[in-house]
């Protein structure tokens, strides 16, 4: 398997961190979202993924090119089923699902990279307006996750009961994200504790940013 990605992207990073909770090697082939202007915006990447976003899962064992981090995770726990990143029961699948796509679908497209440039470029918004643009949005949405899972019975050492999942894939990188533009985490311990512990685990540990053949 090869993955197109980029050290920062919490997307590639979501998936790294899948990758290796499954145990599958892979490639890592780098796509600098910044230098050249941006090699996603390329003709050679825009061949591989027309949306120029990053990550890419090329499987040559299925011939299969995966584009989407969700949909990347939920493909390789279908063809690589252990260990599952998802509980059993059709109602916790659920729950789990709900968390990953509250950081996926709410939270991170406001702080995506094209989103910012956009607000700089097109609209001339200020970089301080910028960075609060980010921090409210990503404080609110990591907010209402903290309330979520503070209440709920299924949350244990992690996101759900007392092994790495899904939700966990998506709430490492996003609180990342949420450092970079200083957000205020104080009130969040429910996330901070799940987040200290999952830094323990070698397959975070390896798929974090600065471990990255990219890193800078």
């Known amino acids: 398997m090869k993955l197109y990605g980029y050290f920062r992207s919490s997307a590639s ?4 961190i899948a990758l290796n909770l499954k145990g599958l ?5 780098p796509v ?5 202007g941006g090699q996603q915006l390329t003709a050679d990447y825009r061949a591989i993924n027309p ?3 990053v990550p890419v899962l090329v499987d040559a064992t299925h011939d299969s090119t995966l584009t989407q981090s969700l949909a990347i995770i939920e493909y390789l726990e279908e063809t690589h089923p252990t260990p599952s990143l998802l509980p059993t029961d059709p109602v916790d699948r659920a729950f789990v699902r709900s968390i990953a796509l509250q950081i996926a679908c709410d939270i991170h497209p406001l702080n995506n990279l094209r989103v910012l440039r956009y607000l700089v470029r097109n609209l001339h918004v200020a970089d ?3 960075d609060a643009w980010s921090r409210h949005w ?4 990591l907010a209402a996750l903290e309330t979520t899972l503070a209440r709920d019975r299924r949350t244990g050492a992690f996101c759900f009961g007392e092994s790495p999942g899904m939700a966990d894939c998506l709430l490492i990188p996003q609180l990342a994200n949420a450092r970079r533009v200083a957000c205020d985490l104080s009130a969040m311990p429910t ?3 799940i987040e200290a512990l999952c830094q323990t685990l070698p397959a975070f540990i390896a798929a974090a940013p600065e471990n990255q053949p990219d890193a800078e």
């Open 128 to 130: 301080a307006d910028k």
């Open 13 to 16: 990073y979501r998936v790294r």
């Open 51 to 53: 949306d120029a976003l």
């Open 138 to 141: 990503c404080e609110q949405g």
């Open 191 to 193: 996330l901070l504790r």
């Open 25 to 29: 090697a892979y490639d890592s082939v």
């Open 32 to 36: 600098h979202l910044l230098k050249q």
